[in-house]
């Protein structure tokens, strides 16, 4: 996206992608640790792990809906109409999200989206492109 549209901008949403990448294995480690202490006798409940967990999921899902906000405006400005769709839908992840910091109902239809979205953006990446060949084809 920083390429084509020539905004650095967009640079930094790959800096959000790692750290969203980042925060997922630093929950599910956190996870981990609580699954194995469970079985413990040493194990009690509110302990740090749950913290970790709390945090790290925190910022996962932050970065994601960030991700999807940066992403949409992108999305919106190629003309496509495929693309303002996705803009559309990410535009109502994040607030999803927004809502979901307020109300635990609305945590579930976020991650619900956030799957359709990310599935639907994966299928946008495969679309044919007029104009654009294989170049290991030749001429």
């Known amino acids: ?3 084509v549209s020539r905004h650095r901008y ?4 790959g800096v959000v992608a790692l750290v969203v990448g980042f925060a997922d294995l ?7 640790s609580l699954l194995l202490l469970y079985d413990s ?8 792990d749950y913290l970790r967990v709390r945090l790290f999921a925190w910022v996962k899902w932050a970065g994601t809906a960030l991700y999807f906000a940066g992403v949409g405006p992108y ?3 190629r003309g496509w109409f495929i693309g303002r ?7 109502s992840v994040v607030i999803m999200w927004i809502l979901a910091q ?3 109902l609305w945590a579930e239809p976020y ?6 979205l990310l599935a639907l953006a994966t299928a946008y990446c495969f679309r044919p492109v007029k104009g654009l060949s294989d170049p290991q084809a030749g001429p």
Do not use: D, Q
């Open 102 to 104: 307020f109300s635990a």
């Open 26 to 32: 630093g929950e599910n480690g956190a996870i981990r």
């Open 85 to 91: 769709v996705l803009a559309l839908l990410a535009a």
């Open 10 to 13: 967009y640079l930094l949403l």
């Open 41 to 48: 006798e040493t194990f009690t409940p509110g302990g740090s």
């Open 1 to 3: 996206m920083s390429l």
């Open 75 to 77: 999305l919106w400005s």
């Open 111 to 116: 991650a619900l989206g956030v799957f359709g």
